[in-house]
């Protein structure tokens, strides 16, 4: 039986965080009430004139020399022709014959400390189209409402060749790629608001083949899961196909996330359907080496570099390191932290467990979290000063994150305060002892374990607040006076 492997390349689309859009200046942002954004030149009235905007140029320029493209001295946009309601001058302005960068490449690191390199075919700067909604009103039945708040915002395209041979190499390009993005800060990366979408192109071939089968192009997919699922997904269908002697066609399919399947959305175009010429309306842009220089000085200490200097700088592990630079907001966060409190190993700690399990749970990047850098040095000291214990921290460290309120207000709404006071804490330690008699002879006869267990009844009775290292204590003095 001939083993297939999969071969794939993604088309990469990724909206910058501009304030306005690529060619007006429409407001550029998410979730505003549907066609407010809009202008006569994002609406593509006749008449109008659009006017590049030159920090979504030097955003993606910037993009374009991070990941190690060729830039032209001259780059220049074309119109792409199709029909869609969503598209209001029935083309979209993007760059097909001069794009502002080429050949470049990402490297990835793989689990098993190989690195893989995936070549960029090109970059290029284009405009985003609307949207099509379709609501859930008796009233809409049937139509489809367009949003045209999207159109003409900024895009930047990245094209990758087709050199990811494996889900795990696609996993970690996909998030190098968005670490990268969100290091640069030329996009929040937003997956769930489209703001980073990853289209799949997804072949068969023999092991050891170089010739590429029959891909097909995969759609709406809105998270990285999600492409996994789909890529996953595809394999199997194009094994199937190819394994009975069918074949695969060439088509753009569409990722159905409920039910983890993918379906046939049209034949794929090919360029000349979409009619590309150079847009009259746009001057080429000269990119001179002194622009560049100027905006590669703008280019910002990356992942690999930030990691030893947090060694250097703070003395954590070479590991907490990695995971606190894989994400800017997050290495950020972390340096906030101790700039306002020098503990970089209880940061660390914290940010690497607790923190992350919460974003995780929630979906949500550090910077958009009610746990403020200053929220999280306030709770780390009330655990040094003794007012609080560290599990009860980590409730409260739940409750600042659903509601941003201060820790300290927490604790005292709740009467959270760790109890240390001897006299309180001896009634909790002898009714242990009481209740227990079988381990309170086991610590009697030496059992370190069974102190353990003493311990937990103690911390339970008192709802998480007794101060261990003081019922420790009082345990151990209880005990050996024949207690
Ligand atoms: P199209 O014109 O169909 O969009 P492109 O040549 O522009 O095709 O490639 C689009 C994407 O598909 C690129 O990321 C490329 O790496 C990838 N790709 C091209 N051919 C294959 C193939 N046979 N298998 C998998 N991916 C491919
Ligand atoms: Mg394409």
Redesign the pocket.
């Known amino acids: 039986m001939t083993e297939f492997e999969p ?5 990469v689309h990724t909206e910058l965080n501009s304030a306005t859009k690529v060619f007006c200046d429409d407001p550029a942002i998410f979730g505003a009430e549907p066609n407010t954004l809009i202008s006569p030149i994002s609406l593509g009235l006749p008449g109008t004139l659009p006017v590049l905007n030159c920090v979504a140029l030097e955003k993606s320029l910037l993009t374009a020399i991070a990941l190690n493209c060729e830039i032209p001295s001259r780059t220049s946009f074309d119109r792409k022709h199709y029909y869609y309601p969503d598209l209001p001058k029935n083309y979209q302005i993007s760059q097909q014959y001069e794009p502002l960068g080429r050949n470049g490449w990402v490297d990835l690191q793989l689990k098993d400390g190989s690195q893989k390199r995936v070549r960029i ?1 090109n970059i290029h700067l284009e405009e985003d189209a609307g949207k099509l909604v379709h609501p859930d009103l008796p009233s809409a039945r049937g139509l489809s409402w367009v949003d045209l708040n999207r159109a003409g915002m900024a895009l930047l395209e990245i ?4 050199d990811i041979t494996n889900l795990e190499e696609l996993e970690v390009f996909m998030q190098t790629l968005r670490s990268i993005l969100r290091y640069l800060d030329v996009s929040d990366c937003k997956m769930q608001e489209g703001s980073l979408r990853f289209e799949l ?3 068969m071939r023999p092991v050891g083949a170089t010739a ?4 097909a ?1 995969v759609k709406n997919v809105g998270s990285i899961k999600a492409v996994l699922r789909a890529a996953r997904y595809e394999m199997k269908r194009h094994i199937e196909l190819l394994e009975s002697g069918e074949k695969v066609i060439q088509e753009t399919r569409l990722w159905d996330d409920d039910r983890g399947e993918t379906r046939s959305m049209r034949s ?1 175009e ?2 000349k359907d979409y009619r590309y010429f150079p847009d009259p309306d746009l001057p080429s842009v000269v990119i001179t080496p002194a622009w560049l220089g100027s905006i590669r000085e703008h280019l910002p200490e990356l992942q690999d570099a930030k990691q030893s200097r947090f060694v250097q700088q703070y003395g954590i592990p070479e590991y907490d390191a990695g995971v606190l630079a894989t994400d800017r907001a997050l290495a950020d966060y972390f340096e906030e932290c101790c700039r306002k409190h020098s503990a970089p190993k209880t940061f660390s700690n914290w940010i690497m467990v607790e923190v992350l399990r919460e974003l995780q749970a929630r979906e949500i990047e550090i910077d958009e979290s009610l746990l403020t850098a200053s929220r999280l040095v306030d709770l780390v000291r009330l655990v040094e000063e003794g007012v609080i214990s560290n599990n009860i921290a980590k409730d409260i460290l739940k409750e600042v994150m659903e509601t941003g309120k201060e820790p300290a207000r927490i604790v005292e709404e709740k009467g959270l305060r760790q109890v240390s006071d001897e006299g309180a804490l001896l009634a909790l330690v002898r009714e242990a002892i009481a209740k227990n008699p079988g381990p309170a002879q086991d610590v009697r006869e030496g059992k370190e374990k069974a102190l353990g267990f003493l311990m937990g009844h103690v911390m339970r009775a008192s709802q998480g607040k007794a101060n261990p290292a003081v019922c420790r204590q009082l345990l151990e003095k209880e005990l050996s006076s024949g207690g």
């Open positions: 071969v794939i390349g993604l088309e075919n094209v990758t060749e087709p192109n997804l072949s590429l089968g029959t891909k192009e794929k090919v360029a």
